[in-house]
């Protein structure tokens, strides 16, 4: 009973608080900043966006570089049953981020082409400089 005669009632109405925040206002940027710096800091990836790119390029980068793409090696980790960890495109090789993306012969040669394909949007315009740029190092990082 003696931690009541402490408490003070106010005739006032109820309020939501955002804590995270100066202000106590909602945002989305301090939403992802809380993300960032005390949910995600091992995998140094952070949750922004490149605006330049498609919402699917940037969730495919993203995908990639935790590496969390749905790989015959990553869905057997997960325990799904495959029927072989081999590249199904080449049989040269363990279907994994690095060899999909790198070694695989057949994926070699279409990514080629897409990058020529992007070299060609650049010279036009396409998707802006910067952001291209940007998207073709994260996809070299991921690597």
Do not use: Y
């Amino acid at each position: 009973m003696s931690l009541l005669n402490d408490l003070a009632l106010i005739d006032k109405d109820d309020t939501w608080k955002w804590s995270i925040e100066e202000g106590d206002d909602f945002s989305v940027k301090g939403t992802r900043s809380l993300i960032d710096e005390a949910l995600l800091p091992l995998l140094h990836t952070p949750s922004r966006w490149l605006k330049t790119i498609p919402i699917k390029a940037n969730l495919f980068i993203w995908r990639l570089l935790l590496d969390r793409l749905s790989l015959r090696v990553n869905l057997a980790l997960r325990g799904i049953p495959v029927n072989s960890l081999i590249c199904p495109t080449c049989s040269m090789g363990v279907e994994v981020r690095h060899h999909m993306f790198l070694l695989c012969n057949t994926v070699s040669n279409l990514w080629r082409k897409i990058i020529v394909w992007i070299g060609r949007l650049l010279q036009h315009g396409g998707f802006g400089d910067t952001g291209m740029i940007t998207f073709l190092s994260l996809l070299l990082l991921a690597s």
